[in-house]
């Protein structure tokens, strides 16, 4: 089955399936089946989900310390008094915010730099939040950053540039362990991890 | 990594993640992927989406005549003077005229019934267009009605209530043959379909 946008028996129809197949990993084919399915809803639904989406991006906001996603001009980690606001944990974007909470081990706040370091794709230091990092150190008395970035190329020249903006400032710098992810077994992990995991091998803690 | 709903920063975030969930074959995690795919976009960008959705559903409507989606009140396929219009494809929905027409080997008109009777789910004879169907055997002069319904129990079902009340009408009434799909292996073809090819044998047009 191969459906040309030609094919399609309304304009209306061939809008929505091109709408939904725009998106990043839908094809044509399951675009038609959601718009279908749309379809077979009641209005009033249909009109809740391209409300939920108008007013996403419109309403939208960042929070004004950290730039993770917010409803308010500060967000709830931010303005948490229970939180321990002088450990910040660096992190490239919105999905490891959550990623990292829900591990539930991790009482500090958060900087979202929106991106990290890449050259290939243009992305300089000047791009991504790496100053308003470096603001905060001072005035909210930072004593740890935490570099959570990804084990990528990117991700350590990101953690090189950011540790040389803050060298000077006296703040600890640390970044995530690297070692075997916890399951694994020895055999069927990477020989760069496992001998990285070797060499940084920590004090048995019996 | 587990995304629960309390765990998103923002309720317009979890408002739109939560639409995108809703839809059939998305999880959690692709919908969030999907909102923050938009959330980069431009604004007009996420807008248009939005009115895609709304436009199709405030203003889709279905052809008069073959019950097939369409921008106007006839659909091009019932307008078309190309057509042959005494011969009617009986499909289930409206992919099903979709993957018809793409094979490029069908020239007549359809008659979309919306559904196939299933007991089952609750779906008989009246929830679906077969009365629309027998209405138009006479005024449109129809000289055949092709069945092209599941070849499922359903489908059977359909297709037999379909013969019986076509019956003393006049119209020949087939239904698309079933046999091995082209370009497979006797092996690997079910028995009930190779049983049934070799029953419904053609004579060979060398």
Request: hydrophobic fraction near 35%; charged fraction near 25%; include cysteine.
């Amino acid at each position: 089955m191969q459906f040309e946008m030609q094919d399609y028996p309304s304009i209306l129809l061939s809008n929505a399936v091109n709408e939904f197949a725009s998106l990043p990993g839908l094809g044509r084919k399951t675009a038609l089946r959601l718009v279908l399915h749309l379809l077979r809803q009641p209005e009033n639904e249909v009109q809740h989900f391209a409300d939920a989406l108008t007013r996403l991006k419109k309403e939208v906001r960042y929070c004004r310390i950290c730039h993770n996603i917010s409803d308010t001009e500060v967000c709830p980690i931010c303005q948490s008094t229970r939180r321990d606001r002088q450990t910040i944990c660096v992190v490239e974007n919105i999905q490891d915010v959550m990623s990292i909470e829900n591990t539930g081990q991790y009482s500090g706040v958060y900087h979202v730099l929106g991106g990290i370091i890449s050259p290939m794709d243009g992305i300089g230091p000047k791009d991504i939040e790496i100053d308003s990092l470096v603001e905060r150190i001072v005035p909210e008395q930072i004593q740890e950053v935490i570099l959570a970035l990804p084990t990528t190329m990117e991700g350590d020249t990101t953690n090189f540039y950011i540790y040389k903006r803050l060298s000077g400032t006296g703040v600890r710098v640390t970044q995530i362990a690297r070692g075997m992810a916890i399951g694994n077994e020895l055999e069927y992990t990477d020989e760069i991890t496992l001998g990285r995991s070797i060499l940084n091998r920590t004090e048995f803690a019996g």
